[in-house]
């Protein structure tokens, strides 16, 4: 179980891509459920910096009687840019404390089309192809492509020394209850290469697609983050 809680934490918590309908500033808090019972909370952020780049930051934990047994803090942070009308990650951070620490780091340098990937204390360089992202910051990209109304998306993410693509697949139109209330959403279903994992996000035009349910299917349990309150996404994003 606690494994899943953290894959569940990581997923709501992977590059070249048009900057047009990228989301505002924003802050999003969620809830996260397993058999119906909340055992974590967590939040996302995306700012802008005073030197014009951008910050994603996702933090989540554990509460409640969960966290009495198995307390659990994730800390993921993307720095990227937007450059000639395309986002570009710069470095990403991963800090994951409790009864067990764990902790990876990536530079992006451009100028060469590499990455330097830290990962289980081994450092090496890899190659980045046109448009990789980190992990992170590919739900925010999906929001803006979304936006300008794509549907069949495919993302290369650079993560634990490699590049993994992902692809998300479009399944219905759903109406789903959040803590802001009833919202229409757009489903999407991610499977594992191996089909042993199965993340579905359920994003909202409403919020500029943000993604208000995520729920990660392991092993038979099902983990659920739904939406609890969002600002920044003003009424000017709102269709």
């Given at each position: ?81 937007q450059q000639n009308g395309k986002i570009r990650p710069l470095e990403y951070t991963y800090h994951q404390t409790g ?96 089909n042993e994992r199965r993340t579905t996000l359920w994003c909202a035009p409403k919020l500029h697609y943000l993604p ?10 099902v983990f659920r983050l739904v939406l609890q309150s969002v600002d920044g996404l003003s009424p000017t994003y709102w269709?």
């Amino acid at each position: 179980m606690k494994k899943l809680v953290i894959s569940l934490l990581l997923l709501w918590s992977a590059g070249l891509h048009a900057a047009n309908d990228f989301p505002p500033s924003f802050t999003a808090k969620y809830t996260l459920y397993a058999k119906g019972i909340s055992v974590g909370e967590g939040t996302r952020t995306l700012t802008v910096q005073k030197d014009g780049t951008f910050l994603l930051e996702s933090v989540g934990k554990t509460t409640g009687w969960v966290a009495w047994f198995k307390k659990i803090r994730i800390e993921e942070r993307s720095k990227f840019t937007q450059q000639n009308g395309k986002i570009r990650p710069l470095e990403y951070t991963y800090h994951q404390t409790g009864k067990k620490t764990r902790y990876s780091h990536l530079s992006f340098h451009w100028y060469k089309n590499t990455a330097t990937s830290t990962y289980k204390g081994e450092t090496k360089e890899i190659k980045l192809e046109e448009g990789t992202l980190d992990r992170l910051l590919y739900q925010v990209v999906l929001m803006q492509e979304l936006k300008q109304g794509k549907r069949q998306l495919e993302y290369k993410i650079a993560n634990k020394g490699k590049i993994s693509v992902y692809r998300p697949i479009m399944k219905n139109w759903e109406r789903i209850e959040t803590g802001i209330g009833e919202l229409s959403t757009l489903k999407y279903e991610r499977v594992s290469s191996n089909n042993e994992r199965r993340t579905t996000l359920w994003c909202a035009p409403k919020l500029h697609y943000l993604p208000v349910q995520v729920e990660h299917v392991e092993k038979g349990e099902v983990f659920r983050l739904v939406l609890q309150s969002v600002d920044g996404l003003s009424p000017t994003y709102w269709e």
